[in-house]
């Protein structure tokens, strides 16, 4: 079977917790609640991607504990291979905070993730010319390593830097989509990225050092766009019922991916990858929140019956 799409990243145990502010230094704070799930940006955005239709390869490393093999289980139940998933050490971690307005920060234990080496990216993942999708919760060298590869079978790449660091300039050059939020553009860019103008003049920027698009999302502030066809600003699709804007990112990656699987215009990529990220952050959690495309239909029509 051929693959749509293969993600070359992290899968994490995350441990949501539910409270109202984040404790001070020295403070011991009492939450309201705790769920635990599995996610994961790489894991997160091959199930969005998997939950719309694409056929998906993972590559990553989860633990030899039964955290791993829940990670596992998690991504066979959406349909994506994990025969190119190793089990070694411990599993990554996800400390997930969410605030009562859905708000979220987090810290990630690396674990396994940074187990899976260069050696680990077999000529055969890339032969069908696959969209590969990278993130930066694996080491960097793999990363460098999967865009050569990538180029060399001439898959398309995607890079969401997340979590920001620095990328090498040869590596950055050959991506043909970048992805970043607000806080990632600042980071890479070292000046502030707060609003719509600031976020344009980042995509700018960033998009003189890479070879192709680079989108910049700003959460209730929509995402701006520079291609060789456009710098745009699309807006974000309103959204009343908010409870956990975990995934939200990996929702919107899963779903830009399925455009670009389909070749859908990104006129009409960004709208699609915004409504499906609003559909994602009206449930907690990342992979169970996901929506299908008949979630998406479902969800239409009912806006258009009110
Ligand atoms: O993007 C959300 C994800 O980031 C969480 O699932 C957490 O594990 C971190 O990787």
Redesign the pocket.
């Given at each position: 079977m051929t693959t749509d799409v293969l993600v070359i990243g992290?899968l994490?145990f995350?441990i949501l917790i539910q409270q109202d502010r984040l404790p001070h230094l020295g403070e011991t704070f009492t939450g309201n609640g705790m769920m635990m799930m599995p996610?994961?940006?790489g894991a997160?955005q091959a199930v969005q991607c998997a939950r719309l239709g694409l056929t998906v390869n993972m590559v990553g490393c989860v633990g030899q504990d039964m955290y791993g093999q829940e990670l596992l289980q998690s991504l066979e139940k959406y349909q994506v291979a994990t025969q190119n998933i190793k089990r070694c050490g411990t599993s990554g971690v996800?400390i997930?905070q969410i605030m009562k307005e859905g708000d979220y920060c987090?810290t990630?234990i690396k674990g396994a993730n940074y187990h899976i080496t260069a050696a680990d990216l077999k000529d055969a993942f890339f032969s069908d010319r696959p969209l590969v999708i990278l993130q930066s919760?694996i080491p960097p060298s793999v990363v460098d390593e999967a865009v050569k590869k990538a180029v060399r079978f001439g898959c398309t790449v995607l890079l969401n830097n997340a979590p920001a660091r620095e990328i090498a300039a040869e590596t950055l050059r050959q991506v043909n989509y970048l992805v970043v939020n607000e806080t990632e553009a600042a980071f890479m860019l070292g000046t502030p990225v707060k609003d719509v103008t600031q976020a344009n003049d980042a995509a700018l920027q960033l998009s003189q050092r890479i070879n192709g698009t680079v989108i910049v999302t700003l959460g209730e502030k929509g995402a701006v766009v520079k291609s060789a066809e456009m710098l745009q600003h699309f807006p974000a699709k309103p959204c009343a019922n908010v409870v956990d804007t975990?995934?939200a990112?990996?929702a919107f990656i899963g779903a830009l991916a399925w455009s670009l699987v389909r070749q859908r215009s990104l006129s009409e990529a960004i709208p699609f990858a915004a409504s499906v990220s609003a559909l994602a952050i009206q449930k907690y959690g990342?992979q169970s929140a996901f929506p299908t495309l008949s979630d998406i239909e479902a969800q239409q029509v009912s806006a258009n019956v009110t």
């Open positions: 992290s994490n995350d996610g994961g940006k997160n996800g997930v987090s990630i919760e975990t995934g990112g990996d990342g």
